[in-house]
């Protein structure tokens, strides 16, 4: 369930790893996510800051979706190290 207009806490980048706010879109048991700025979106990541207030949680348990990221890269060096797993997955 989303507290508010919409969710909020989306961020996405390309092949580039600059990540831009996302809009983000749920249909069913599905999130869709865009930004103008990414033509071809390859990470994601949510609630990825210190201070972030969540409003996504789970419609059955009510917990706060967890901070999560689809992106595994050392931040220094910009290799890849693998696909990171998410770690909590919840019906919206």
């Known amino acids: 369930r989303i507290e508010g207009d ?3 806490g989306f961020e996405i ?3 580039d790893k600059v990540f831009v ?3 983000c879109r749920i249909s069913g048991e599905k ?3 865009s930004g103008k ?3 071809s979106p390859k990470y994601v990541r949510y ?3 210190n201070y972030m207030v969540v409003n996504v949680f789970g419609k059955k348990n009510g917990i706060p979706l967890a901070p999560f990221r689809t992106n595994c890269y050392d931040e220094e060096t910009g290799t890849d190290m693998g696909k990171a797993q998410i770690q909590q997955v ?3």
Request: glycine letters at 4%.
């Open 6 to 8: 919409e969710p909020d």
């Open 13 to 15: 980048a390309g092949e």
């Open 21 to 23: 706010p996302a809009t």
């Open 31 to 33: 999130m869709y996510l």
């Open 37 to 39: 700025e990414i033509a």
């Open 47 to 49: 609630a990825w800051t």
């Open 90 to 92: 919840m019906e919206l």
